[in-house]
């Protein structure tokens, strides 16, 4: 088993799996006979990610049973805990694996950030812009004092949109615009569709959790901002089919991460230069000991390609989405403290 190979160096010995109709336990260990379970409504009706998750924290317990033999030790205690950290699994007892709540000057960060983006909707081009980049430097600024001072600093992960079956050009260049300019790594993992009986693929983004957050935000705001303007792009130039969405949109994606590239580099001039977080680097390779990397060959028609990128060119970032692309509410809220 994959799982089994990266994580714990192939020292688990194979144990029977079960699927089980608990809807109280999500899964379990059973030493005594050498089970683990798995809810099937976890399977069912969450994320293959999170069942992923669970499958790990219970393989976990498994390695210290029959690795560690640490049989005397509580099920959730220091051996265990131990095991998890160094592999960047998540070891609650209970309830769906999820990154760890905003603390309260993480929450105030937000908050800040989040009356920025609401002034970014102003009609005024110059103080949308303004406020858009305010809050990008408050962003920036925040993270690097928080690296200097080698401030305590939790981390988590997150699956952003749906799992599909093929990553567009869009999509890639999305999760490049999230590592390079939201303080979070990105990776595409595989998972499988269960009531598709098919394979996929989804963005994971690792990072503390006011910069998920953020990365979070973005993502919904930038999907849904690239689906409006080829809309309108569309209804300008009377087209009926969306034959050139792929190129419009991957151009919005281009124009959108150039733009940011100038604002980093006017960061950069006034002294802030990011050099990446070392602990979120550990703990992202902690999730992810094996990472391959892979080319893509672009092809798009140069016309509209360079439409989209005109229009990704002028967007501005601000407070406004009020559902992310699986339709759940994804908003930067004032004095939101928490997922």
């Not at 992923?52 to 498994?62: D, G, I, S, W």
């Not at 998972?191 to 959790?209: A, D, I, M, N, S």
Request: aromatic share 8%; glycine share 10%.
């Amino acid at each position: 088993m994959e799982i089994n190979s990266a994580f714990f160096k192939g020292q688990l010995r194979a144990p029977t799996l079960t699927l089980t109709g608990s809807s109280r336990t999500l899964g379990r260990w059973r030493r005594q006979d050498r089970t683990l379970e798995i809810s099937w409504e976890l399977l069912a009706q969450q994320s293959w990610g999170a069942m992923v998750e669970v499958l790990k924290h219970e393989m976990a317990h498994q390695y210290v049973d029959e690795v560690l033999r640490r049989h005397q030790d509580p099920a959730h205690g220091s051996a265990f805990r131990t095991v998890c950290q160094e592999r960047g699994i998540d070891a609650r007892a209970s309830g769906t694996p999820v990154d760890h709540a905003l603390a309260d000057e993480q929450g105030h960060v937000l908050e800040r950030v989040t009356k920025l983006l609401a002034l970014a909707q102003s009609p005024n081009e110059h103080e949308a812009q303004s406020a858009a980049l305010a809050a990008q430097r408050l962003m920036l600024k925040y993270n690097l004092e928080n690296v200097a001072t080698q401030s305590a600093r939790g981390y988590g992960f997150r699956h952003l949109g749906r799992s599909t079956g093929r990553t567009s050009e869009s999509e890639r260049l999305l999760a490049a615009i999230l590592g390079e300019h939201f303080f979070v790594e990105a990776i595409w993992v595989p998972v499988w569709r269960p009531l598709e009986g098919k394979r996929g693929t989804v963005l994971e983004v690792c990072g503390t959790p006011e910069n998920l957050e953020l990365a979070e935000y973005a993502h919904s705001f930038l999907t849904h901002t690239a689906e409006r303007l080829w809309r309108e792009y569309k209804r300008a130039h009377g087209i009926r089919r969306n034959a050139d969405r792929r190129s419009f949109q991957a151009g919005v994606m281009s124009g959108f991460r150039e733009k940011l590239a100038r604002q980093k580099r006017a960061h950069e001039r006034q002294g802030l230069v990011w050099v990446g977080d070392g602990d979120l680097i550990r703990f992202f390779r902690q999730r992810h000991p094996y990472v391959r990397h892979t080319r893509h060959v672009s092809r798009h028609r140069a016309e509209v390609y360079g439409h989209g990128k005109e229009a990704g060119r002028g967007i501005v970032l601000h407070r406004g989405i009020q559902h992310g692309p699986s339709g759940t509410p994804r908003l930067l809220r004032s004095g939101r403290s928490g997922r």
